[in-house]
Protein backbone atom coordinates (compact mmCIF):
# COMPACT_ATOMS: atom_id res chain seq x y z
CA UNK A 1 0.00 0.00 0.00
CA UNK A 2 1.25 3.52 -0.77
CA UNK A 3 1.29 6.48 1.73
CA UNK A 4 -1.14 8.06 3.99
CA UNK A 5 -2.55 11.20 3.45
CA UNK A 6 -4.05 13.09 5.91
CA UNK A 7 -7.22 15.55 4.07
CA UNK A 8 -8.36 18.24 6.94
CA UNK A 9 -11.56 19.96 5.99
CA UNK A 10 -15.08 21.14 7.24
CA UNK A 11 -17.24 18.48 6.66
CA UNK A 12 -19.76 20.25 7.61
CA UNK A 13 -20.38 22.17 4.07
CA UNK A 14 -17.48 20.35 1.62
CA UNK A 15 -18.23 16.48 2.49
CA UNK A 16 -18.94 15.87 -1.22
CA UNK A 17 -15.67 17.68 -2.17
CA UNK A 18 -13.50 15.78 0.50
CA UNK A 19 -14.95 12.57 -0.58
CA UNK A 20 -14.21 13.06 -4.17
CA UNK A 21 -10.56 13.93 -3.26
CA UNK A 22 -10.14 10.86 -0.96
CA UNK A 23 -11.71 8.59 -3.56
CA UNK A 24 -9.16 9.97 -6.32
CA UNK A 25 -6.64 9.13 -3.53
CA UNK A 26 -7.75 5.45 -2.63
CA UNK A 27 -7.90 4.77 -6.21
CA UNK A 28 -4.07 5.64 -6.63
CA UNK A 29 -3.21 2.95 -3.70
CA UNK A 30 -2.99 4.99 -0.84
CA UNK A 31 -4.74 5.56 2.61
CA UNK A 32 -6.68 8.51 3.93
CA UNK A 33 -7.30 10.33 7.18
CA UNK A 34 -10.47 12.30 7.01
CA UNK A 35 -10.19 15.39 9.83
CA UNK A 36 -13.39 17.44 10.33
CA UNK A 37 -12.80 21.13 11.20
CA UNK A 38 -16.07 22.10 10.68
CA UNK A 39 -18.19 24.30 13.23
CA UNK A 40 -21.38 24.80 11.20
CA UNK A 41 -23.06 21.50 11.72
CA UNK A 42 -22.72 18.11 11.85
CA UNK A 43 -20.17 16.36 9.06
CA UNK A 44 -21.84 14.62 6.10
CA UNK A 45 -19.82 11.76 5.69
CA UNK A 46 -17.47 9.47 8.42
CA UNK A 47 -14.58 11.14 9.25
CA UNK A 48 -11.80 9.31 11.33
CA UNK A 49 -10.73 12.22 13.25
CA UNK A 50 -14.01 14.50 14.81
CA UNK A 51 -14.22 18.16 15.23
CA UNK A 52 -14.44 17.43 19.04
CA UNK A 53 -11.02 15.57 18.86
CA UNK A 54 -8.92 18.60 16.86
CA UNK A 55 -10.98 20.90 19.68
CA UNK A 56 -9.75 18.84 22.42
CA UNK A 57 -6.31 18.72 21.31
CA UNK A 58 -5.87 22.65 21.34
CA UNK A 59 -6.95 22.48 24.58
CA UNK A 60 -10.22 23.87 23.91
CA UNK A 61 -14.22 22.09 23.34
CA UNK A 62 -16.47 22.43 20.49
CA UNK A 63 -18.55 23.79 22.44
CA UNK A 64 -16.34 27.10 22.53
CA UNK A 65 -16.56 27.21 18.84
CA UNK A 66 -20.37 26.04 17.32
CA UNK A 67 -21.95 29.36 18.28
CA UNK A 68 -19.41 30.95 15.92
CA UNK A 69 -19.90 28.78 13.61
CA UNK A 70 -21.57 32.01 11.05
CA UNK A 71 -20.59 33.33 7.57
CA UNK A 72 -20.62 37.00 8.40
CA UNK A 73 -17.92 38.73 10.50
CA UNK A 74 -18.45 37.78 14.00
CA UNK A 75 -19.45 41.25 16.43
CA UNK A 76 -17.34 39.97 18.92
CA UNK A 77 -13.19 39.42 18.60
CA UNK A 78 -12.80 35.56 18.27
CA UNK A 79 -12.26 33.64 21.85
CA UNK A 80 -8.36 33.16 22.84
CA UNK A 81 -7.97 29.29 23.51
CA UNK A 82 -6.75 28.79 26.71
CA UNK A 83 -3.58 26.65 27.22
CA UNK A 84 -3.40 24.50 30.12
Known sequence: MGRTIAIVGTLDTKSEEIGYVKDLI????????????????APAMPVDISREEVA????????????LGMREKPSRPWPRVPRG
Do not use: F, M, Y
Open 26 to 41: EKKGHRTIIIDAGILG
Open 56 to 67: KEAGTSIRVWLP
